[in-house]
């Protein structure tokens, strides 16, 4: 059982940045591959980043590739989202999630992950 508690949304102009970060309980969170999804008002929950259990790997969708930068440190249970240049259209709701994921195909699948955190809004005003 993993429990994951996400923070560091807020409100931020346009082009300016916002680190998330997702906390996660539990001893087996270094097997996990983990992830960022968003979901916007209206929207369905779209991918935005994934990590490889050991941090090697790492994948953005094409909408934030260059801005956000995913990592994560298995020693303090913790995966990040760095993001730059924000724009309108990158706010939303955005969830981090944990999955037993064996191939990297996968990573962009919501429906892959076992757990899912509650939640932080990010706003990005114009």
């Known amino acids: 059982q993993v429990q994951l508690v996400e923070s560091g949304g807020g409100l931020v102009q346009a082009g300016g940045s916002l680190r998330l970060s997702c906390a996660a309980s539990?001893?087996?969170?270094?097997?996990?591959?983990m992830g960022w999804f968003r979901q916007a008002p209206g929207k369905e929950r779209e991918f935005v980043s994934a990590?490889?259990?050991?941090?090697?790997?790492?994948y953005c969708a094409d909408s934030v590739k260059g801005r956000f930068t995913i990592s994560r440190n298995n020693a303090e249970n913790t995966v990040s989202l760095q993001m730059h240049s924000l724009k309108p259209e990158d706010t939303a709701v955005y969830y981090c999630?944990?999955?037993?994921?064996?191939?990297?195909?996968?990573?962009?699948?919501?429906?892959?992950?076992?757990?899912w955190g509650q939640g932080t809004q990010v706003t990005v005003s114009s």
């Open positions: 999630a944990a999955g037993s994921i064996s191939d990297s195909r996968s990573y962009s699948d919501a429906y892959k992950y076992d757990y």
């Open positions: 539990g001893r087996t969170f270094s097997t996990y591959a």
């Open positions: 990590i490889s259990w050991s941090g090697v790997t790492t």
